[in-house]
């Protein structure tokens, strides 16, 4: 629905919101300024910083509700109770609900089940709020994170004594250090990733999403976004303690999972790179069942890169200590299905062997009839879905130079040309004319909400967090080398997007906020939630969502809702016992819309904090 208005004309506003939004700037920058461990005495800014203290203080005894409160129920009245939420224990700071290591032990471990997601039933969830360790601070800013992670935002040490020699993460006092290096790659990323750009267009805007299975710290991924590449990373919770948090502390997209016995949460012909770098999965088990999810989810002309153990055991079988006749028969059967799967090998030097996915299944004539086809009709269907020894089929081309399911423009260019799922209507109800009035309609959002929160356009918010994606408007509205969007469109949602927000460039994965996410506590700076709370407001508890969003958020990071006021009154009233500062303004086009913005911010606190949750 096309929204009238001019969000610039004050005049659409009541003097409420005008004052709230002047508040508001004040109220975020000095969030930004006043960091953990980031102003000491004799800091150049503290005159400008107390200043602009002084200038807030003028707003701060206005009252924060738009004109519409009474009517809508927004509360702020003193007489309701509001409930408190206490802190956890200290063993919960790392607590993750579906991927908890006592739990994953009472599952399977044929085909990694007890690595997958297995979510406490209800009564056993917890209805406290995770604390930050002691000593936490905020992250360094990107691309000094990249490298550098305060060591009491993650203290563990296992990995660095593991892996001391291979350079994944040093331990130097109050630091982590990265120096950018791994397993198959020791001399750093950097070499490892030039060695690949060598036979795939790395750097163009060609290749602009890939897939890391078993991503370590994810250095690859860190290292690809200099060639304006997004990694989508992810690996198990294992022995190997805090791989996925340390990636994420970096400022690096990461997920908790596994390839096991289900389907990845990620749609069809997504990524234009898969790979993987001893991550040790057993490719050829199960008839090459984890090799044809990857070709499920790798886009036509799509690359899989796999480096270490089989490639070129001739010369390495002894440095591995395995035996020479597993690791042949290992690559004879890693170049047969990929044969099967028509992916045409493209490079083999070294313990590096790339493949590349064939364009349309022209070029697959005998694979089809010696394969089982998965039903295609059923293949974005993929929420806790039973992986299929199936080949998911190409779409339909008109001859063998056509690339099936549509050619990509090379990104940034691709982010807001027409995704071409949508061009061939293959989307239900999203019209070119439709997808466009979408995109303009976020770019308009996302500049109202930056006259609020002026630190959106700064290097304080890395990780972002988009609860419900649809087209992925917001996050393209966003983009910048500053910060990466996750992009969450809910099981639940009325049409699944999220094929056209990798058709755009962007990363993202299908979820179902009734559960907590597959990642580790304060792992986004920023969290966006459009609609979420009327989307599911038959589904599960409100409650139990806004402690999943508490658990996931960084100290001191940022919320944006929007929602209907009624929705938005109720949300106000839980997170006001949850630390979280929070106010109000109308939509941008002015008090008659129904529709409200909630900004917030959670406080600062660590373990063994005072218990109370009331803001003063």
């Not at 129920?73 to 006592?102: A, N, R």
């Not at 639940?492 to 299908?510: K, M, N, P, S």
Request: overall charge neutral; glycine content about 8%.
């Amino acid at each position: 629905m096309a929204i009238k208005g001019n969000p610039g004309d004050n005049r659409s506003r009541g003097p409420a919101s005008i004052f709230i939004v002047a508040g508001l700037c004040c109220f975020f920058y000095l969030i930004g300024v006043w960091q953990r461990g980031g102003f000491v005495k004799g800091d150049s800014k503290a005159l400008q910083i107390t200043k602009r203290a002084e200038d807030c203080s003028i707003l701060s005894n206005l009252e924060y509700e738009t004109h519409h409160g009474d009517q809508h129920g927004l509360v702020d009245d003193p007489k309701l109770k509001i409930k408190q939420f206490e802190p956890c224990g200290e063993q919960y700071v790392d607590y993750t609900p579906c991927h908890d290591q006592m739990r994953a032990m009472t599952f399977p471990r044929e085909n990694m089940n007890y690595r997958e997601r297995h979510c406490p039933p209800e009564e056993e969830k917890l209805h406290c709020l995770i604390p930050a360790p002691k000593g936490y601070i905020t992250p360094f800013p990107w691309p000094k994170s990249r490298d550098y992670v305060p060591y009491a935002n993650a203290p563990h040490k296992s990995l660095t004594v593991e892996k001391a020699v291979q350079n994944w993460v040093q331990h130097e006092g109050d630091i982590l250090r990265f120096p950018g290096g791994g397993t198959q790659f020791p001399h750093g990323a950097d070499v490892y990733i030039d060695q690949l750009a060598s036979v795939i267009p790395i750097g163009n805007g060609t290749v602009r999403t890939a897939l890391d299975t078993g991503c370590g710290v994810a250095s690859w991924g860190a290292y690809l976004f200099k060639k304006n590449v997004i990694a989508m990373s992810f690996a198990p919770r294992d022995s190997h303690e805090a791989q996925v948090q340390f990636a994420l502390e970096r400022g690096v997209p990461a997920v908790i999972g596994v390839l096991g016995t289900i389907k990845l949460p990620f749609p069809s012909r997504a990524f234009d790179m898969a790979h993987c770098s001893r991550c040790l999965i057993p490719w050829t088990a199960n008839r090459g069942l984890y090799m044809m999810e990857v070709d499920r989810v790798l886009r036509p002309g799509g690359y899989w890169i796999l480096s270490g153990p089989p490639i070129s055991w001739q010369t390495n079988y002894k440095a591995w200590q395995l035996p020479k006749e597993e690791l042949e028969e290992e690559q004879r059967m890693i170049e047969e299905i990929a044969k099967l799967l028509c992916w045409e090998k493209k490079y083999e030097k070294g313990e590096i062997a790339i493949w590349r996915k064939r364009v349309n299944s022209e070029y697959c004539s005998e694979r089809d009839s010696r394969v089982t086809l998965c039903d295609l009709s059923n293949s974005e269907n993929v929420w806790y879905k039973k992986m299929e020894a199936c080949v998911t089929p190409y779409p339909e081309t008109i001859n063998s130079e056509q690339v099936s399911g549509g050619e990509l423009k090379p990104f940034p260019e691709r982010l807001n040309a027409i995704p071409p799922r949508i061009a061939s209507g293959s989307l239900t109800g999203v019209s070119v004319e439709s997808f466009q009035e979408d995109n303009k309609s976020w770019k308009k959002h996302v500049k109202a909400y930056k006259r609020v929160n002026k630190l959106l356009d700064t290097r304080r918010y890395r990780s972002v967090l988009d609860m419900n994606a649809g087209l992925g408007s917001f996050a393209a509205a966003l983009e910048s080398s500053k910060l990466w969007v996750m992009n969450v469109v809910p099981t639940i949602a009325e049409r699944d997007t999220l094929a056209v927000i990798y058709d755009r460039g962007l990363i993202g994965i299908y979820h179902d906020w009734c559960e907590a996410f597959s990642t580790y506590p304060r792992t986004y700076d920023f969290i966006h939630a459009n609609g979420i709370f009327s989307l599911y407001k038959d589904k599960c508890n409100t409650e139990d969502i806004l402690l999943e969003m508490d658990r996931i958020l960084r100290p001191e990071g940022a919320v944006i809702f929007r929602d209907d006021a009624d929705i938005l009154g109720r949300v106000k009233r839980i997170v006001s016992g949850m630390r979280w500062k929070t106010k109000m303004v109308d939509h941008e086009d002015g008090p008659l819309i129904s529709k409200k913005v909630l900004f917030a911010v959670k406080r600062y606190w660590v373990v063994g904090d005072n218990n109370s949750t009331i803001l003063r």
